[in-house]
Each structure stands twice: as structure tokens, then as C-alpha cells.
């Protein structure tokens, strides 16, 4: 239990640095949007206005997301109970299946539709069909990636 306390203050001091980064990325966002730099190349100024707004709120909520982390963790670090709680849920073999099998089904459905969405997309815009075959074959290569690292170091 105590090598996963050290695992675990080590992960809040990793979340703390993540939440500097990500807050500064939420003040750029709201910087650029005030000061009219950093436009996007396509688009008017509305979309502009629009895209800075995207990235700050998904900034914030990221954000928020890792002050909560954070929180449960030195929660989790100064009790006993939260921390074997914590450990519990993460160790457990069957929650570690149930989500080795959802993300190996996502990313099977995500290969799937992607390729679909990229053939339909090429009727309407090669630019968007090239993208989307683009991440497909990206996302398929790192598949192959971790398949060979996992079949060897496992």
C-alpha cells in the first residue's frame, strides 16, 4: 500500500503541473480572443470569436476535471480508507477487463466508422475524406504500435 501512495503523490504532483499548463492554455484563450491574435487562418472573425470560446471552455473543463483529480487524490493520500478504496478500483482485475475490452471495441467501431465516414466524405470534400482516412491510418498504425510493444513486454 505505501508503493501505491508514492505512485500516487507522485501522479498529484504530475496533476498539479498539468492544471499550471492547462490554466495557462485557458488564459491564452481568453487573451486571444480579447486581443485579435492568433485567428484562425480560414474563417471571419466570428468564427474566430467562436473557436477561441471552444478552446477556452474545453480548457476550463479539463481543468476542472483535474482539480477534481487532484482533490481525490491528497484525499486519498491523507486517508487510509480513500486510499484503499482507490486502490481497490484500480487494481481490480475486473474493472482493468471490463476496460480493456470497451477500448479495444471503440477502437475497432472507431476504424470501421471512420473508413465509412471517410469514402462518404470524398462525394462531398476530398480535403475532409483525406483527413479522416488520414486519422484512421494513423490511429490503425499506433494500434499495430502498442499490439507489438504489449506482445513483448507482456
Given amino acids: 500500500m505505501e508503493q501505491f501512495k508514492k505512485k500516487l503523490m507522485a501522479q498529484n504532483k504530475n496533476t498539479i ?13 481568453i487573451v486571444c ?22 478552446i477556452s471552455g474545453v480548457s476550463f473543463a479539463f481543468l476542472v476535471l483535474m482539480i477534481v483529480s487532484l482533490i481525490q487524490g491528497i484525499r486519498a493520500v491523507k486517508d487510509e480508507k480513500a486510499l484503499k478504496k482507490l486502490y481497490i478500483a484500480e487494481t481490480d482485475e475486473r474493472n482493468i477487463h471490463i476496460t480493456t475490452s470497451a477500448q479495444a ?27 479522416i482516412l488520414a486519422c484512421v491510418v494513423i490511429h490503425s498504425c499506433i494500434g499495430i ?6 506482445s513483448k513486454k507482456l
Fill in 33 to 54: 480572443e480579447a486581443g485579435d491574435f492568433l485567428i484562425p487562418i480560414t474563417g471571419d472573425s466570428h468564427w474566430a470569436s467562436k473557436w477561441h470560446g471552444f
Fill in 105 to 131: 471495441s471503440s477502437m475497432k467501431a472507431f476504424l470501421i466508422l471512420g473508413l465509412a465516414a471517410g469514402i462518404i466524405a470524398g462525394y462531398f470534400s476530398m480535403t475532409v475524406s483525406v483527413t
Fill in 17 to 29: 503541473i498539468g492544471i499550471i499548463i492547462w490554466f495557462v492554455i485557458c488564459v491564452a484563450g
Fill in 145 to 150: 504500435g502498442f499490439k507489438v510493444y504489449y
